[in-house]
């Protein structure tokens, strides 16, 4: 969904822009100052920006200077008046996209949103499409949130190397879309990529599934016949759910990784081993050592360069990007053609709490394809439990409620202290852990945990000797 703020201290005219753009299909927020602007767009980011030249607070070129330097990406078009054009014209040499004159002219206005919307979806085309963002089989890695900017740029070191790789994440987060991405960008790309999923298959049967068997090697076995790690004989094999295999299995899959080489079933003969391991699970792998049912030395050769996909809820700015690529996808699929998704829909969307991550999201959009009879994703369209979950939102009352009064230090505070504790109790109160995912300086994690006298004991293991 293509976003635009609209700033401008003149209420009429900001509220003209609004509509106009609204009525064109496009999301559409306003602010009435730079100052505003700045504050929103650091929390939600937009695609465009419109903004008068001359405001109260922090002007149009200040804005645009304080964007660059947070390193905040977005494309900044000029609202001005002919008095202030040489003031738009330094503007473009500083990186705006353009500038319109006031009085506002819609179809100019709209033909500079269009051109601004042509050249953002270029860019984002031509970043999906990068090297290593290509998981192959027409597939796509979608994300420019700063969470999932992080995991590419792990993706990216790993499409370097040979070394194993234990992927970590909640379920339907794209665990296997980023193996892909990291086999068909490595020098392995040419070779197979076999996926298994440990946990569908039955336990008297793994061992025959991963290294093969001999014929006769057990009743039933009329054929010999190889198993996945043959098959992906220099290439990659992907084994998913890899905390739900047996502490049997798990000795057999240490001992390939460390002597490169296997015994199928039935045999006597040593099989070499050219094979690259990437595992990944949404168990907590840690809890299971503790409990005797993982290896711990298995779980070292796997955790060389761990890769920790955020769940969809943690990363609510990629939704839209997520929406524009599923309506591009099923626009094919099923011969249909919807252009956009309305504001309300949107919103639903971005609010709810996606428990089944990407994969709940592809498939709320393909119900909506399936109902909408227009050329807009409408809310309506959307299935019934997305709609009633919008109806409400309990994280925004539960933090209203939990202030005392209403008064900005004491919500704040507030604020921070839920947030601290969720995250700490969603990473099992482990202290590194949690400053990686929720993107917290260690030091300052540390310091708001002693200030609010938060105990990570509470939630789990945790590492380190602080005493809050």
């Known amino acids: 969904m293509y976003s635009i703020l609209v700033v401008d201290d003149e209420e009429a005219l900001r509220k003209q822009v609004v509509s106009l753009l609204g009525s064109h299909g496009y999301h559409v927020a306003e602010a009435c100052d730079g100052m505003q602007a700045a504050q929103i767009l650091a929390h939600s980011p937009c695609a465009l920006v419109l903004c008068d030249v001359r405001m109260p607070r922090m002007t149009g070129l200040e804005l645009l200077t304080h964007l660059r330097d947070q390193e905040i990406s977005t494309t900044?078009?000029?609202?001005?008046?002919?008095?202030?054009?040489?003031?738009?014209?330094?503007?473009?040499?500083?990186?705006?996209?353009?500038?319109?004159?006031?009085?506002?002219?819609?179809?100019?206005?709209?033909?500079?949103?269009?051109?601004?919307?042509?050249?953002?979806?270029?860019?984002?085309?031509?970043?999906?499409?990068?090297?290593?963002?290509?998981?192959?089989?027409?597939?796509?890695?979608?994300?420019?949130s700063r969470e999932m900017k992080r995991v590419f740029h792990v993706v990216e070191k790993l499409t370097r190397v040979n070394t194993s790789v234990l992927i970590r994440g909640e379920n339907g987060t794209g665990k296997e879309l980023v193996a892909r991405a990291i086999h068909f960008n490595s020098p392995r790309k040419d070779g197979p990529f076999v996926a298994v999923n440990c946990a569908a298959i039955p336990e008297t049967l793994i061992?025959?599934?991963?290294?093969?068997?001999?014929?006769?090697?057990?009743?039933?076995?009329?054929?010999?016949?190889?198993?996945?790690?043959?098959?992906?004989?220099?290439?990659?094999?992907?084994?998913?759910?890899?905390?739900?295999?047996?502490?049997?299995?798990?000795?057999?899959?240490?001992?390939?990784?460390?002597?490169?080489?296997?015994?199928?079933?039935?045999?006597?003969?040593?099989?070499?081993?050219?094979?690259?391991?990437?595992?990944?699970?949404?168990?907590?792998?840690?809890?299971?050592?503790?409990?005797?049912?993982?290896?711990?030395?298995?779980?070292?050769?796997?955790?060389?360069?761990?890769?920790?996909?955020?769940?969809?809820?943690?990363?609510?700015?990629?939704i839209a990007s997520l929406i524009t690529h599923f309506i591009d996808k099923f626009n094919l699929e099923h011969s249909k053609w919807i252009e956009t998704i309305s504001p309300e829909a949107l919103n639903a969307l971005e609010s709810f709490r996606w428990p089944g991550n990407i994969r709940e999201l592809e498939n709320a959009i393909e119900h909506a394809f399936v109902v909408e009879s227009s050329s807009v994703l409408s809310y309506m369209s959307l299935p019934d439990y997305i709609r009633k979950a919008s109806k409400k939102s309990p994280l925004a009352q539960k933090s209203i409620r939990e202030v005392e009064s209403l008064d900005w230090e004491k919500g704040k505070e507030s604020f921070e202290r839920e947030f601290i504790v969720q995250a700490l109790k969603k990473n099992s109160g482990r202290i590194n852990l949690t400053a990686e995912i929720a993107n917290i300086p260690k030091n300052t994690l540390l310091r708001k945990i002693k200030k609010y006298n938060i105990n990570p004991r509470e939630f789990g293991g945790w590492e380190g000797n602080f005493e809050p």
């Open 76 to 144: 900044v078009a000029l609202l001005t008046a002919h008095a202030n054009i040489k003031d738009a014209v330094e503007a473009m040499r500083e990186g705006a996209f353009d500038y319109v004159e006031k009085p506002i002219n819609e179809k100019t206005l709209l033909d500079l949103v269009s051109k601004a919307k042509k050249a953002h979806d270029m860019i984002h085309k031509l970043s999906l499409s990068a090297p290593m963002l290509n998981p192959g089989e027409g597939r796509e890695c979608v994300g420019q």
């Open 207 to 318: 061992e025959s599934e991963l290294f093969g068997h001999e014929k006769g090697a057990f009743t039933g076995a009329d054929q010999r016949q190889i198993g996945k790690f043959q098959a992906a004989a220099k290439g990659t094999l992907f084994l998913d759910e890899i905390g739900d295999t047996s502490p049997a299995t798990q000795v057999k899959l240490l001992r390939v990784l460390q002597e490169h080489s296997f015994t199928p079933v039935g045999s006597s003969r040593e099989v070499k081993s050219d094979v690259r391991i990437i595992a990944a699970t949404n168990r907590d792998l840690e809890k299971l050592i503790r409990e005797d049912k993982f290896r711990e030395d298995l779980y070292y050769r796997l955790n060389v360069m761990p890769i920790f996909l955020p769940p969809l809820r943690d990363r609510r700015d990629d």
